[in-house]
């Protein structure tokens, strides 16, 4: 089936410092999300994509649909305590109802 | 508008005792779905419903059935609970077609 590779696994950083995450898909897809989960929370979106190439923003939050249409990555500028958490991109290929997600990154964030 | 709203919150069962879990959401969507969250597994769906009345099975269907009473809710039941259960189940509504999905808070399950 089908299968999303997202790294890194773990990431732990300073404030204030940027970070970048990644998701690489075995097949193509049409749709990439990012969401981000707080402990003892559900996933909450942060970014949908729906076209190769696109770029798109949210405060802090950049995201990109890789021009492959196989990978997808987020980008967190000055990252702040509050960005602590885990997260998931998940992609879906042309036709289907069903989303694939990736395993997390866990973001740690040092003050 | 509370978005995706899941009941229980918490749940202890014995082996072998049945419960149904709840799910609501007020967002006109079509679609919705059940998953399962385990530790290092990341979220696998169980199932599914593109639209009401119509279910179709996930990635890890077994020991779970599902029922899609109206536009509006979609519940999960499990007949016979199994300690390989205990989980955090999600459900997440979404348009149909290549929307993004919603998700409610949770019902975290311990099966003993």
């Known amino acids: 089936g089908q299968q999303l590779n997202q790294s890194p696994q773990s990431m732990f950083i300073q404030e204030g410092e940027d970070v970048s995450m990644n998701c690489t898909s075995s097949s193509i897809f049409n749709t990439w999300l990012w969401y981000k989960q707080d402990p003892g929370e559900g996933p909450v979106l942060l970014i949908a994509l729906y076209k190769a190439g696109e770029l798109t923003s949210n405060g802090r939050l950049t995201a990109q649909f890789g021009i492959t249409r196989k990978d997808s990555f987020l980008n967190i500028s000055a990252s702040i305590p509050s960005d602590v958490g885990i997260y998931f991109c998940a992609g879906r290929s042309g036709g289907s109802e069903k989303l694939v997600f990736g395993k997390g990154t866990k973001l740690t964030v040092n003050p | ?112």
């Not at chain 2, 799910?23 to 779905?33: F, T, V």
């Not at chain 2, 696998?44 to 419903?49: G, K, Q, T």
């Not at chain 2, 119509?54 to 029922?67: A, L, R």
């Not at chain 2, 205990?86 to 003993?112: H, I, K």
């Open chain 2, 1 to 112: 508008n509370a978005g995706v709203t899941q009941t229980p919150k918490f749940q202890v069962l014995k082996t072998g005792q049945s419960m149904t879990l709840q799910c609501a959401q007020d967002m006109n969507h079509n679609s919705m779905y059940w998953y399962r969250q385990d530790p290092g597994m990341g979220l696998r769906l169980i199932y599914y419903s593109a639209s009401e009345g119509t279910t179709d099975k996930g990635e890890v269907p077994n020991g779970y059935n599902v029922s899609r009473l109206n536009k509006r809710e979609f519940s999960l039941r499990l007949e016979s609970a199994a300690p390989s259960q205990t989980s955090v189940y999600f459900c997440a509504s979404g348009q149909v077609g290549p929307r993004a999905q919603y998700f409610g808070p949770g019902t975290r399950l311990l099966v003993l």
